[in-house]
């Protein structure tokens, strides 16, 4: 016998191997469970003592299964309403998902409508979702069979003993975490036509009735679209297709394209810096979220300005922050450092207009240490072949230069779109792209614990959400910092990071799924990566200095 514990109260004992299932109340709405922090489906067969609390869409774990559940039902959908035709799962976008269909150019409203209502059917009839395990080999036999190369190419290289294959009414995938016990408990969602495909779109966070409001991506969306293009054109869309580039011994080819890629994309930037300098414009200001890579994309910037004949001044917005005293609290009364009024706003413009007006200035400096903004040292001026860049997570946001025209500014947001998917139905989050990035980094260079930078991302995430993500779009230029191969070499670093993520912290279980993931990857040798590149900010090595 075992013992299973709810953490809203009571005890019960029952026999080792007890479904999850058997040990809750589930009123229809529950879909999944946290097993000792691990998110389990319902199926889960308890081994050990345990606490056990149901999931339902109120919590974060749970809208993940929502979601996840409701893509398996539209990839079930589309296999009955469009036989032979693939969709393919893209990136987040207008409060959900981007899919495309191969084989058809355009996805029209007529067969967007056939979908839905396929997927309304599936769901109002409650069906099952079962789940078996299965040797790997009949796993690939199963995927051969329905034309999923791009699931069989991922098995290869991931053999295990068994593998979790889901199943409702004979379409089977394999989705990567649990998805709910039927279609029943997914009801809410919507299909809406985007660009040359379509928007599976989930319900607000809040209130499970309604859509999320969906946010002009426009840019953010060609910028990604061009960088699907580029690995579709490289042969490289999944990570089966990176495994085999390793396996078969070509990666070193496929990282100088990568690289080469950015270099191109880098210089066409500095050539619009510099047209737009010429028409009065020597401000850059370059944004974008935690782990993005925008130290590295900045001095690569200044390189390619060099190049052009301009001469890069940076300024840093670090040292503008008000005394410690006068910097905003958040809503648990704890200092915001990543609020826009933790700058002095006014001392910044007053500097950028002196700047702009040919004269000479000298920014502060603040002491991290005591806390205070003091005299600086260092005197600048803007000399007329020069540019002024600024870097910072408020970049590109105008109330932090309301004094400055608007014609005198450039604006760079960059940010890591990964345009790799895990297959066709399996999508890669950008965040879990920058987190494990940032794990690496940490780690290596701060000396803090995967644990540690787990614990601190939804913090990070949070102020990324006030303060960088809704003027993404008001940028001049977009930058996609993420690298086709960059997860195969930063596979070994995460590895050893997150092994390390003892089994009795909360932070365990999202070790534990980014540990999965990973894994899925072959390692990519990291000699091949040259010197300059971004990833190099992450891994070390770099011939630039931080």
């Not at 390793?246 to 270099?263: P, R, S």
């Not at 200035?361 to 540019?387: A, H, I, Y």
């Not at 260079?445 to 006030?466: K, L």
């Not at 040259?530 to 770099?542: A, H, N, Q, V």
Request: charge should be neutral; proline fraction near 6%; include cysteine.
């Amino acid at each position: 016998m075992i013992t299973v514990t709810f953490p809203r109260g009571g005890q019960i004992e029952v026999e080792e191997g007890t479904p999850v299932r058997t040990v809750i109340e589930d009123d229809g709405k529950i879909l999944a469970a946290s097993v000792d922090f691990l998110t389990v489906d319902l199926g889960y067969r308890l081994l050990r003592d345990c606490s056990v609390l149901p999931l339902t869409y109120d919590y974060k774990e749970g809208r993940e299964v929502y979601r996840r559940t409701l893509s398996f039902i539209l990839a079930a959908a589309v296999s009955r309403v469009c036989p032979g035709h693939l969709l393919k799962i893209g990136h987040s976008l207008a409060g959900g998902y981007y899919y495309d269909l191969e084989g058809i150019e355009e996805v029209s409203p007529k067969l967007l409508s056939k979908i839905e209502e396929e997927m309304k059917k599936l769901i109002q009839a409650a069906r099952p979702i079962q789940k078996h395990f299965v040797s790997a080999a009949r796993a690939m036999e199963i995927f051969s069979e329905r034309g999923r190369e791009d699931k069989v190419l991922l098995l290869k290289r991931n053999l295990r003993h068994d593998i979790g294959v889901y199943e409702l009414d004979g379409f089977f995938d394999i989705p990567i975490g649990p998805l709910a016990p039927d279609t029943g408990r997914t009801p809410f969602f919507r299909l809406v036509p985007y660009n040359l495909g379509f928007v599976l779109r989930f319900p607000d966070k809040k209130d499970i009735t309604k859509m999320t409001a969906p946010s002009e991506q426009t840019r953010l969306f060609a910028v990604y679209h061009e960088s699907k293009k580029w690995s579709s054109i490289l042969g490289i869309s999944t990570v089966g297709d990176i495994n085999e580039v390793i396996a078969e011994g070509n990666f070193a080819e496929c990282v100088q394209v990568a690289e080469g890629l950015h270099e191109k994309r880098i210089a066409a930037i500095a050539d619009q810096i510099v047209e737009s300098h010429r028409r009065g414009a020597p401000l850059v200001f370059i944004a974008g979220p935690s782990s993005s890579g925008k130290t590295t994309f900045a001095k690569r910037l200044s390189v390619q300005l060099r190049v052009n004949g301009l001469r890069p001044l940076a300024l840093g917005l670090d040292d503008y922050f008000v005394d410690r005293e006068k910097t905003p609290r958040d809503e648990r009364g704890e200092f915001d450092f990543e609020s826009l009024y933790a700058l002095d706003i006014e001392r910044f413009n007053d500097d950028l207009l002196a700047l702009l007006d040919g004269r000479t200035v000298t920014p502060p400096r603040f002491d991290f240490k005591s806390g205070l903004s003091v005299p600086g040292e260092r005197s600048l001026r803007l000399e007329k072949d020069q540019v002024l860049i600024v870097e910072g997570i408020h970049g590109l946001n105008d109330a932090l230069t309301p004094r400055i025209p608007g014609e005198r500014k450039f604006k760079i947001y960059v940010s890591a779109l990964t345009q790799l998917t895990i297959d066709f139905h399996n999508r890669i989050p950008t965040t879990d792209t920058r987190m494990i990035r940032r794990i690496v980094r940490d780690r290596k260079f701060r000396g803090y614990s995967a644990a540690e930078t787990i614990r601190r991302w939804p913090s990070v995430i949070r102020g990324e959400s006030r303060n960088i993500f809704p003027f993404q779009e008001s940028a001049d230029v977009i930058f996609n910092t993420a690298l086709l191969y960059e997860l195969a070499v930063l596979r070994p670093y995460a590895r050893r990071a997150l092994e390390e993520v003892p089994p009795d912290q909360p932070e365990f279980a999202e070790a534990r799924r980014i540990l999965e993931f990973i894994q899925l990857f072959l390692e990519g040798d990291e000699r091949v990566v040259p010197p300059t590149s971004l990833l190099r900010e992450f891994i070390g090595g770099s011939s630039f200095k931080y």
